[in-house]
């Protein structure tokens, strides 16, 4: 990841002095919480893909700066929003925001988050980026409730994971990636060429997370391994257990998901590795990063479409 930074390192410096400039407040509490989160670090992968494909499609300009920044509030507004609904209590190797501030803090400061992105989306003044971004953080709000519905429901089935994770991680992938290619003064077509590599690129993202809950490293992911399971959440690898494990294999994860608990884990561990659930889910992945580099082929050869082929491929393989 550092030399991938490394060919865009000047504008993401800026896109980090953009941040924490627009984190200033009057009041105390929203620069603390805004801080501790966007201080923990991070990938900064979603900014990271609006300069590279900027750059890409002939350099990243002040104006991809901007939107980078606003993409990362928004991620980072749904990161505080996510860790209330989710009770979570770990994110990046240390106590998350709700944990530490406590729920209605973390809560109001993520609408801040939200409120300063469109603030800075004003700026630009591109109605069709605006109303990109509109659409967008509403589709993402869908897709956290849609989770909502779907936990503890074990007959979940593969398309309607597929429908959440689009929805509320995929979606905001493609967003970064159209909105570059926007700025960029790219047609319709290349902008729709970007955006079906973000979705495809986001998807296999988020599958490998979900492979990660139960095959990661706590001490590397920075969150504890059966975090989902607690949430009930069916993700793809418990789905995969129920349709093709043994009885007993599915009665364990049906348990495991409509009591929403993960008192199981090691068990569970055990059996969606040993009935092929994980291999599958990265599988699956795999299809959706080989879609998200069909797209890539449609740009034109440099360093900066180099570097979006290595997130890529990182994207799978990783082990954070």
């Known amino acids: 990841m550092e030399s991938i930074r490394a060919s865009v390192r000047r504008e993401l410096d800026q896109v980090n002095a953009l941040i924490v400039d627009q984190l200033h407040s009057n009041v105390s509490m929203v620069e603390n919480i805004g801080h501790y ?3 923990a670090g991070g990938k900064r992968l979603r900014p990271l893909l609006v300069l590279l494909a900027g750059a890409a499609l002939g350099g990243a300009s002040e104006r991809h700066v901007k939107f980078a920044a606003v993409i990362e509030f928004i991620h980072t507004a749904t990161l505080l929003h996510d860790d209330v609904v989710d009770i979570s209590s770990l ?3 240390r ?4 944990a530490e501030f406590g729920n209605a803090p973390s809560v109001l400061v993520g609408d801040f988050l939200y409120t300063r992105a469109f603030q800075l989306l004003v700026q630009l003044a ?3 980026i ?6 967008t953080t509403n589709t993402i709000a869908e897709g956290e409730v849609l989770q909502l519905v779907r936990a503890g429901d074990a007959s979940t089935t593969e398309a309607q994971y597929l429908q959440v994770i689009t929805n509320k991680t995929a979606i905001l992938f493609a967003a970064a ?3 570059a290619a926007r ?9 729709q060429t970007l955006h079906a590599f973000g979705l495809n690129l986001g998807i296999a993202f988020q599958m490998i997370d979900d492979v990660l809950d139960y095959q990661g490293d706590p001490a590397t992911m920075g969150k504890n391994i059966g975090d989902d399971l607690n949430e009930g959440k069916p993700t793809l690898p418990l789905i995969y257990t129920l349709q093709h494990g043994t009885p007993a294999e599915q009665a364990l994860v049906t348990k495991a998901i409509t009591q929403k608990t993960a008192e199981d884990i090691t068990e569970i561990v055990a059996t969606v590795t040993r009935c092929g659930a994980l291999d599958y889910t990265r ?3 795999r299809y959706y990063h080989d879609m998200a580099l069909k797209q890539l082929d449609q740009l034109p050869a440099s360093d900066h479409r180099s570097a979006m082929i290595a997130i890529t491929g990182l994207s799978i393989n990783r082990d954070h």
């Open 91 to 93: 994110r990046r190797g």
């Open 283 to 285: 599988s699956q992945a």
């Open 183 to 191: 700025l960029s003064g790219e047609n319709e077509e290349t902008r």
């Open 37 to 39: 989160i966007v201080d």
């Open 130 to 135: 605006l109303s990109q971004m509109a659409n």
């Open 177 to 179: 990636c159209y909105g």
């Open 95 to 98: 106590p998350t925001a709700n």
């Open 126 to 128: 591109d109605m069709d």
